[in-house]
């Protein structure tokens, strides 16, 4: 018979430890452990249960099916057991506690600290954590439990990944007011291949629907700057005759105060992208992460209300 309290001792930790960096020497350093320790570890874990949990592999450990079972029981307990940790410490009343939070770039100009500085006005003690990648490290932060929340652009829906929000983000063009175009109402693809483009590197949603579009189009798109900075490509955009491309919510500020033109792309698939809040699948959030949720959410429904009727 399986002896189920070793689930909840520290072979548990070290194994899903190994399970996120995809070696036992990785999982060390991080731990500030010896190798030999977690290995025992393992071994006793697939002792205790009378299977084997990792297909040893020429760079490391991988998962097999019954370590995938067990680390994703073994994480939603880790992380009710940190929930109910923090509910204690806030029982009365949001006085303390931390929201973990992932996002891609464009979020992290301004919508976010906004949001985290509005949160903050009536919840002075909640400290916040935020890390800012692409979406495939959105969502992967999010599925090893490292964040409570992930905010980022998508186009189809992610495995174990809870969509808490969702509206359209429909792609624009970007350019200085100045710009020939910038007078138009709207543009298409096409008239767009004459100016000097700043686009995402190829590994970032926007830049791979744009592609898609084109390809469909037969239309080639030739890259002055290509980066996988936001800040750098409205900077082109600031800067002379370039043109860019970004979302209403990622650029706001900069279109409210009159230092961007951001115009509607005729183009039908260049509407198809969205953005989602999103958390893990059949997690129950903290207290305090719960009750940020609802910040955002609100924040993201007026913005989008407000940049519809700016359309």
Known sequence: MTNTRVLQETAVRYFLEVVRRGSITEAALTLNVAS?????????????????????????????????????????????????G?????????????????????????????????????????????????????????????????????????????????????ILAVMHPHHPLAGRKQVVLSELAGYPLALPKKNITMRRLIDACCSRKNLLLEATLSSDSINALLGFALAGDGVTF?????????????QLVALPIRDRDMNTLQMEIQSLSGRTLPQAARAFLNTLTTCASTDNALLEGNG
Do not use: W
Request: aromatic content about 4%.
């Open 86 to 170: 923090n509910e204690l410490l806030a029982l009365k009343g949001l006085r303390r506690g931390e929201v973990k939070l992932a996002s891609t770039e464009g979020f992290a100009l301004d919508f976010l600290p906004e949001a985290i500085e509005h949160f903050r006005k009536q919840h002075s003690g909640i400290r916040f954590e935020l890390s800012v990648g692409a979406a495939g490290d959105v969502a992967q932060a999010i599925r090893e439990g490292s964040v409570d929340i992930g905010l980022t652009f998508t186009m189809a829906p992610d495995r174990d990944i809870k969509v808490e929000y969702a509206q359209r983000a429909p």
């Open 36 to 84: 030999s320790a977690i290995s025992r570890q393992i071994s006793r874990l697939e002792d205790e249960l009378d299977t084997p949990l990792f297909e040893r592999i020429s760079r490391g450990m991988k998962p097999n099916a019954a370590g995938e079972l067990l680390a994703a029981h073994a994480l939603r307990a880790q992380l009710e057991t940190e929930r109910i």
């Open 246 to 258: 970004a979302v209403g919510l990622s650029i706001r500020k900069l279109v409210q105060n009159g």
